[in-house]
């Protein structure tokens, strides 16, 4: 590979720093939309025209091409020198340029920077360089390696506040400098550039038109996703939402397997275009998936979701493109959702080195109120699905695992500090079997929670069960023992007769305290159908 046909060319490689912090910085949903669009076009179609109208020649062909279908592309086409710039790859927040030089390259970036200094302010990004010297690889390994050193430089340690006495955003306690169209004070530019992304119902901006026109397949005749977080339909007086987080598994080792495995330029080329397309085009299709087994069930769900307006779509995606997902729905509906998305995930393949390899995922669903500070909600569906991969890593463990979370009112504490302090007996037995892998242990949390919601047990008896746990084996045992001079029965599972499991009281644990905890916060998305109806029925057009 020391011969390579791009010597003296410049690899640049775009990322974002503190990328979570721009998109959740606000507890507005309109701005946290608005932010994800930002960082989708312009690390996409943003960048693209920015460059073109620069003045520089652009070819996105071969990229283009892996976007539309990467298992019908070949390594044989080398790249068009006789272009200014080539588009590696873009999407999911990321972007890898091939410039005819070091200066082409920084001069469409300076071109890119202005325009999202002028349409995306707070939005950090970084690029890293690096010349071809031997290989397109080891320029790509040098380009990345100058990327993280950017990330981790200054200034992107903190935001730069006011100095002076300033008005503050009511979103983002930024300096203020705008005044809302909304009736809501004074807010920051980066806040009034993200809700102008949105626009209202009746003027949808770019990141409405853009969703819409993405998943025009699933929606229905003037149907739209929603905007404000109270609209997405709970109960009346005690709404609550789930926002989940998803994260592809082992998705940073794939991608060194891919640099790593490419044994001349074309391959290279070949191989991280594909990876890179794949992965976009399984995570896009699993969202279509859960979207479209949403939107079969929403007929017969009609008589549970209190929706104020039965054109908006109950479940709100706000960050998606890439091996991650994060959406927002009734909270009711978040654990069938995820665990759908994650079965989803795991039916595909992505490229690697060529091949079709399988990948799962994991996940994390926070139930929080509706009121409840959306930033903050967003950090513990992100804690969630962190904990579940550090679980699978302890235990040297594979596949797709979901984790969740009931947070109340006021909760401040981590996941982690909640649980320590929270889920243990009083005779100090784990009280929770969290995270479960999907489906197989999923399928086992959901049949007893479905039991439990059955006319069997009344409401007050099972919920007498989930205090009763919590002192610990014994009190169980004397609990279960009088349920069943009732005629009721703990439901099925290995462990009904007694409620825990077997083994040195420390390490005892019961799979009934999960799905009791969860009996308000489940609703079961593909319900069967009702007398007269089919259970996939479409919602009819206008």
């Given at each position: 590979m020391?011969?390579?046909?791009?010597?003296?060319?410049?690899?640049?490689?775009?990322?974002?720093a503190?990328?979570?912090?721009?998109?959740?910085?606000?507890?507005?949903?309109k701005e946290?939309?608005?932010?994800?669009?930002?960082?989708k076009?312009?690390?996409?179609?943003?960048l693209?025209?920015?460059?073109?109208?620069?003045?520089?020649?652009?070819?996105?062909?071969a990229?283009?091409?892996y976007?539309?279908?990467?298992s019908?592309?070949?390594?044989?086409?080398?790249v068009?020198?006789s272009?200014?710039?080539?588009?590696?790859?873009?999407?999911g927040?990321?972007?890898?340029?091939?410039?005819?030089?070091?200066?082409?390259a920084?001069?469409?970036?300076k071109?890119?920077?202005r325009?999202?200094?002028?349409?995306?302010?707070?939005?950090?990004?970084?690029?890293?360089?690096?010349d071809?010297e031997?290989?397109?690889?080891?320029?790509?390994?040098?380009?990345?390696g100058?990327?993280?050193?950017?990330?981790?430089a200054?200034?992107f340690?903190?935001?730069?506040?006011?100095?002076?006495?300033?008005?503050?955003?009511t979103?983002?306690?930024l300096?203020a400098?705008?005044?809302?169209?909304?009736?809501?004070?004074?807010?920051?530019?980066?806040?009034a550039?993200?809700?102008k992304?949105?626009?209202?119902e009746?003027?949808p901006g770019?990141?409405q038109?853009?969703i819409?026109?993405?998943?025009?397949?699933v929606?229905?005749k003037g149907?739209?996703?929603a905007?404000?977080?109270d609209?997405?339909?709970g109960?009346?007086?005690?709404?609550?939402?789930a926002?989940v987080?998803a994260?592809?598994?082992?998705?940073?080792?794939?991608?060194?397997?891919?640099?790593?495995?490419a044994?001349?330029d074309?391959e290279?080329?070949h191989?991280?275009?594909?990876?890179?397309?794949?992965?976009?085009?399984l995570?896009?299709?699993?969202?279509q998936?859960?979207?479209?087994?949403?939107?079969?069930?929403l007929?017969?769900?009609?008589?549970?979701?209190s929706?104020?307006?039965?054109k908006?779509?109950?479940?709100r995606?706000?960050?998606?493109?890439?091996d991650d997902l994060?959406?927002?729905?009734d909270?009711?509906?978040g654990?069938d959702?995820?665990?759908?998305?994650l079965?989803?995930?795991?039916?595909g393949?992505?490229?690697?080195?060529?091949?079709d390899?399988?990948?799962d995922a994991?996940?994390?669903?926070?139930?929080?109120?509706t009121?409840?500070?959306?930033?903050?909600?967003y950090?513990?569906?992100?804690?969630l699905?962190?904990l579940?991969?550090?679980?699978?890593?302890?235990?040297?463990?594979t596949?797709?695992?979901?984790?969740?979370?009931?947070?109340?009112?006021?909760?401040?504490?981590s996941?982690?500090a909640?649980?320590?302090?929270?889920?243990?007996?009083?005779?100090?037995?784990?009280?929770?079997?969290?995270?479960?892998?999907?489906?197989?242990?999923?399928?086992?949390?959901?049949?007893?929670?479905?039991?439990f919601q059955?006319?069997q047990?009344?409401?007050?008896?099972?919920?007498?069960?989930?205090q009763?746990l919590?002192?610990g084996?014994?009190?169980?045992?004397?609990f279960?023992?009088?349920?069943?001079?009732?005629?009721?029965?703990?439901?099925?599972?290995?462990?009904?007769?007694?409620?825990w499991?077997g083994g040195?009281p420390?390490?005892?644990t019961?799979?009934?305290?999960?799905?009791?905890?969860?009996?308000d916060?489940?609703?079961e998305v593909?319900?069967?159908?009702?007398?007269?109806?089919?259970a996939?029925?479409?919602i009819?057009?206008?």
């Amino acid at each position: 590979m020391s011969n390579s046909l791009y010597m003296r060319q410049c690899i640049a490689v775009f990322g974002t720093a503190s990328l979570q912090r721009y998109v959740f910085q606000s507890n507005r949903l309109k701005e946290n939309i608005g932010a994800s669009y930002l960082v989708k076009y312009w690390l996409d179609e943003g960048l693209l025209e920015a460059i073109k109208r620069s003045g520089r020649k652009v070819d996105t062909t071969a990229w283009d091409e892996y976007k539309a279908d990467p298992s019908m592309c070949r390594p044989e086409k080398p790249v068009d020198t006789s272009k200014d710039v080539n588009f590696i790859y873009v999407g999911g927040g990321n972007a890898a340029l091939l410039c005819k030089n070091r200066k082409i390259a920084k001069e469409a970036v300076k071109a890119w920077s202005r325009k999202l200094l002028e349409n995306a302010p707070g939005l950090r990004v970084v690029v890293g360089y690096a010349d071809v010297e031997s290989s397109l690889t080891e320029a790509y390994r040098s380009a990345l390696g100058n990327l993280s050193q950017c990330e981790e430089a200054l200034p992107f340690g903190d935001t730069l506040y006011g100095l002076p006495v300033v008005r503050t955003c009511t979103t983002t306690g930024l300096p203020a400098s705008v005044n809302s169209q909304e009736g809501d004070g004074w807010i920051s530019q980066s806040a009034a550039s993200k809700r102008k992304q949105v626009g209202s119902e009746r003027e949808p901006g770019a990141a409405q038109k853009d969703i819409r026109r993405e998943f025009r397949s699933v929606l229905q005749k003037g149907q739209n996703f929603a905007i404000e977080l109270d609209k997405l339909g709970g109960r009346k007086g005690e709404s609550h939402i789930a926002v989940v987080h998803a994260d592809g598994n082992g998705m940073g080792k794939h991608l060194i397997d891919v640099v790593n495995s490419a044994e001349d330029d074309a391959e290279f080329l070949h191989h991280i275009r594909a990876f890179s397309a794949s992965v976009s085009r399984l995570s896009q299709s699993a969202l279509q998936e859960t979207l479209q087994y949403l939107q079969k069930a929403l007929l017969n769900l009609k008589g549970d979701l209190s929706l104020e307006d039965e054109k908006i779509f109950p479940l709100r995606p706000i960050v998606y493109g890439g091996d991650d997902l994060t959406f927002v729905c009734d909270g009711r509906l978040g654990f069938d959702l995820a665990a759908f998305y994650l079965k989803a995930f795991s039916k595909g393949k992505i490229k690697v080195r060529g091949k079709d390899e399988s990948v799962d995922a994991c996940a994390g669903v926070a139930i929080v109120p509706t009121k409840f500070p959306f930033a903050r909600a967003y950090h513990f569906a992100e804690e969630l699905c962190g904990l579940t991969k550090s679980y699978l890593r302890q235990k040297s463990l594979t596949g797709s695992w979901l984790d969740f979370q009931i947070i109340q009112e006021g909760a401040t504490r981590s996941i982690s500090a909640l649980r320590a302090a929270q889920y243990r007996s009083f005779e100090g037995q784990t009280l929770h079997q969290r995270p479960y892998q999907v489906p197989e242990k999923w399928d086992d949390f959901v049949a007893i929670l479905k039991e439990f919601q059955s006319q069997q047990w009344p409401r007050s008896r099972a919920k007498g069960l989930l205090q009763i746990l919590t002192r610990g084996p014994v009190e169980t045992q004397h609990f279960i023992e009088d349920a069943q001079r009732r005629d009721l029965k703990l439901p099925s599972s290995e462990v009904s007769e007694t409620g825990w499991t077997g083994g040195d009281p420390p390490d005892r644990t019961t799979p009934y305290f999960d799905p009791l905890e969860a009996l308000d916060f489940y609703l079961e998305v593909k319900k069967p159908a009702k007398d007269g109806e089919s259970a996939g029925k479409e919602i009819k057009n206008d």
